[in-house]
């Protein structure tokens, strides 16, 4: 039996006999159907009977049923039946009046009797005067016969009942419903009595038929077809109608199955149903974080979005972490056995009531259990934290090094229109000056402060670029930074997947710059004239794109605190409601169940943890052998749909705890398929590895010794296919060898940071090149003041392949900008770098054979 419980809040409402016998129970008020889709099973009309029934759904389709409100009785009303939809499909209702009852049948002819002769009669006659009877003789009488009558008129018929009310919301782009709500039928008047029947029933006939009752009075129809705006304006009122603000019962669930949709990677449907939550509870801060988890926001009105592109965890798909696989393995798996040993107890707990002697035993379990998984909650906010604060500091350091990059530009456009013949630069058909290009560059680095020049937050290699910065600089620069067709349609495609309108998202007036494309067209057009400021201006374009990346990657920190935020805030709910249950006086079998669902909650509040896990695991995969790993990680393990919870807690649908133990443990069996990955892994070991160097030596006429004598820094870069051999794909960083040749310290080696841009970039067999924008990473490597002569020269044994913890770029494509720089302290304690002519760097790395 079903609750007496109004509305019906479900994702997807299929009309069934067990609908039906929802919507006409006995009820005080309207019974509601709301979901976000309402259709029918096929050959079940919604019967509508007494009770208003009102249905709100983003999709009525009524291709397997009807909406069946016609009057029941004869003569009876229509029912009422209101439709907000925004799309519907094949509707058809009806509200028709009943049909009016028939007039009665009028009464049958009698048959006439014929006349005859008597010859006579006594009759008792009575004295007028003295009262007295006698008795006389009456001789020779005729009696007359009687004619037949006809038949009586039929009675008339009843009126028909009038018609229902029907009111249908819909969008102006939805299609047009069938809908009828007329009068019935006047009931035909009564049948006319029969002519007399038998002898003497001669010339009798049938009596008139009665006449028809009158028609019922149509019912109201009312069909709105309103713009999107005005649909929204209009959903609240409807659902505060009755007095109940069903509006609220509504966005939580739309939050839930929003969450749900997230989990199983479903962002579209996620993304509508945080939107939809929005437009009922504007304020909702779960749905606002998660919306803005999901698709990004607009810092400011009108600007364009940043963050967003996280998964359901409040990680970024591209999160960059030690490709440690082992680790994050060994940490799952520890973790794995006693978060299902505990999922068991508490499915126990939900399926046996005669544990009830046990109830402080397992309460007691399950308290510990809930302070467990809020500790667990506090540690990932708190590493949240931390990594918020780091990606603060990688935003001013990526600023500052453009700041310096930004100098050397204005340095080296200055130098260049002072030459006689001042470099140019070659595009097509368009000839400029690099100042020109350079200084378009500079424009561009001027807008990031203020928005004109944006990351597009979900496609990370584009930036919307204001166009008034770009129609601002020459047609040279704007020919190096336009972007093609492709990068527009990626934009485009990127945020359909999360339901979003990419114009609205990047903001107006705006022009795509694909950073891959800009850094191909300037090596297109580098020559020897030009290099050294070519060059320079290719640094701008990286360092910019850097920064962006950067600011980025600081709002995604702060959605990854909010997420964890209010992850505690749930776990820290569960434990209190666990000490509450802990201490409980009467015991029973709902007691027993609400410690079964407690118990499961805190096994769902550990598997965040578990799926963390799993997915570092993931991105170590991802980020070695390039292979993605989606179909290997089921990030809705350990989850079943809201709308099977509310069937469980409604009784409905005949969901009862057998049927949710059945699929919760099946949701959370797919947790196993992580292990997956693991072959992945060690497969691509399998392969023929092989190990080899690049060996890279500055002179006296580099200007990387210059840099360094000057500046206590320099920077070179590898590229993928010209500075690895043509049969060396794959190749990966595995250790480096620094020598400064020449310079002098008492320790005989001078301690320096490598730090690699974070533009880490690898050739494929297929000859390809694959670039992954991680973080950049930095590593203390002791430089030797004498000329590297062997590999293991002074530092001992290589490092494994397998060792990630070796190096902090270890197995990242080894092309891309590095820098090395000499802290400030190796000076402070007697480094001289006056007698330096040589600067060696050798990075190993690991390849695949071609």
């Not at 009102?54 to 049923?65: E, K, M, P, Q």
């Not at 009016?100 to 006439?112: C, E, F, I, L, V």
């Not at 019935?184 to 009564?190: D, I, L, R, T, V």
Request: charged share 20%; glycine share 10%.
């Amino acid at each position: 039996m079903l609750p007496d419980y109004y509305p019906w809040i479900r994702d997807k409402i299929t009309i069934t006999d067990e609908v039906n016998t929802f919507c006409t129970r006995p009820s005080i008020g309207p019974v509601w159907l709301i979901a976000r889709v309402v259709e029918h099973k096929a050959g079940c009309d919604l019967q509508v009977a007494a009770n208003r029934v009102i249905i709100v759904a983003d999709l009525y389709d009524g291709t397997n049923g009807m909406i069946d409100a016609n009057a029941t009785v004869r003569g009876g009303p229509g029912g009422s039946v209101t439709v907000m939809c925004r799309q519907s499909k094949n509707a058809r209702v009806s509200a028709l009046g009943g049909l009016g009852t028939g007039g009665q049948t009028g009464t049958p002819g009698t048959p006439g009797t014929p006349g005859y002769h008597q010859d006579g009669y006594w009759r008792t006659v009575t004295d007028p005067v003295t009262g007295e009877s006698h008795e006389e003789w009456v001789p020779d009488v005729d009696i007359p016969g009687t004619d037949p009558t006809n038949g009586g008129p039929g009675g008339p018929g009843g009126p028909g009942g009038p018609g229902g009310s029907i009111t249908f919301t819909t969008l102006i782009s939805s299609s047009s419903p069938d809908l009828s709500a007329a009068g019935g039928p006047g009931g035909a008047g009564g049948w006319g009595g029969p002519a007399a029947q038998g002898p003497y029933s001669a010339g009798s006939v049938d009596g008139d038929p009665g006449p028809d009752g009158p028609d019922g009075a149509d019912g109201q129809v009312n069909l709105s077809t309103l713009t999107e705006a005005d649909y929204v304006a209009g959903l609240r009122p409807l659902l505060e109608s009755t007095g109940r603000p069903y509006q609220n019962y509504w966005a939580p669930h739309r939050i839930f199955m929003g969450e749900y949709f997230y989990y199983q990677n479903d962002l579209d449907l996620a993304a509508t149903e945080f939107k939809r939550a929005l437009e009922l509870q504007p304020n909702n801060p779960d749905a606002i974080r998660l919306q803005r988890q999901l698709v990004g926001f607009a810092p400011t009105p009108g600007a364009a979005w940043v963050g967003g592109g996280a998964n359901a965890l409040g990680l970024p798909h591209d999160m960059d972490v030690v490709p440690d696989f082992d680790k994050y393995s060994e940490a799952f798996t520890s973790w794995l056995t006693p978060v299902l040993q505990f999922l068991q107890f508490g499915l126990t707990e939900l399926t046996d009531s005669t544990v009830i002697g046990k109830f402080a035993e397992f309460a007691g379990q399950l308290s510990l259990q809930a302070v467990a998984a809020r500790e667990d909650a506090e540690r990932t906010k708190s590493i949240a934290q931390t990594e918020q604060m780091q990606a603060d500091r990688d935003v001013a350091y990526a600023q500052s090094r453009l700041d310096e990059a930004t100098t050397a530009i204005s340095k080296a456009i200055v130098e260049a229109q002072q030459q006689p013949d001042p470099p140019s630069i070659t595009f097509g058909e368009i000839v400029a000056t690099v100042a020109e290009v350079g200084a378009a560059v500079l424009s561009v680095v001027a807008a990031v402060p203020t928005g004109g020049a944006s990351l597009v937050a979900l496609a990370p290699t584009l930036m919307a670029l204001a166009d008034t910065v770009f129609e601002n600089v020459e047609p040279i620069a704007q020919a190096l930074l336009r972007g093609e067709d492709a990068d527009l349609a990626k934009v485009n495609s990127t945020y359909d997947t999360v339901g979003q309108n990419a114009s609205a998202v990047i903001g107006g007036a705006r022009t795509i710059v694909n950073f891959v494309t800009v850094a191909q067209r300037l090596a297109e057009v580098t020559t020897a004239q030009n290099s050294p400021h070519v060059a320079l201006i290719k640094r701008g374009t990286e360092l910019t794109h850097e920064l962006l990346l950067a600011r980025n990657r600081a709002v995604l920190a702060g959605q990854r605190v909010d997420a964890s935020t209010a992850r505690l805030v749930r776990a820290e709910n569960i434990a209190t409601q666990a000490n509450a249950l802990q201490h409980k006086q009467q015991l029973d079998e709902e007691a027993v169940k609400q410690l079964g669902l407690l118990a499961v909650s805190t096994a769902q509040s550990k598997a965040d943890v578990l799926l963390g896990l799993a997915f570092r695991a993931k991105r170590s995969v991802e980020i070695y052998t390039l292979k993605n790993e989606d179909e290997n990680f089921p990030l809705d393990a350990g989850r079943i749909s809201p709308d099977r919870w509310s069937d469980y807690y409604e009784k409905a649908n005949q969901f009862d705890a057998i049927q949710l133990a059945s699929a919760l443990t099946t949701s959370w069996g797919k947790i196993f398929t992580l292990l997956d990955m693991q072959t992945d892994y060690t497969k691509y070991f399998d392969g023929p590895l092989d190990r080899a160097w690049i060996r890279r030596s500055f002179k006296p006429a580099d200007p990387q010794i210059a840099d360094l004598k000057a500046l206590h820094r320099f920077t070179f870069t590898i590229d993928p296919v010209t500075d690895v051999p043509d049969d060396n794909f794959d190749a990966k960083i595995k250790t480096i060898r620094l020598a400064l040749i020449g310079a002098s310290h008492p320790q005989g080696a001078i301690s320096c940071q490598i730090r690699h841009d974070g533009k880490y970039q690898q050739r494929r067999p297929d000859n390809s090149v694959t670039t992954q924008w991680l973080l950049p990473k930095v590593s203390t490597r002791d430089a030797k003041t004498t000329p590297l002569l062997l590999p293991e020269e002074g530092f001992g044994d290589d490092p494994p392949l397998t060792a990630p913890t070796s190096l902090a770029f270890w197995g990242r494509g080894v092309g891309g900008n590095w820098q090395v720089t000499i802290p400030k302290k190796e000076f402070d304690t007697g480094l001289n770098l006056n007698g330096l002519t040589q600067i060696q760097v050798w990075i190993g790395y690991q390849f695949l054979h071609g």
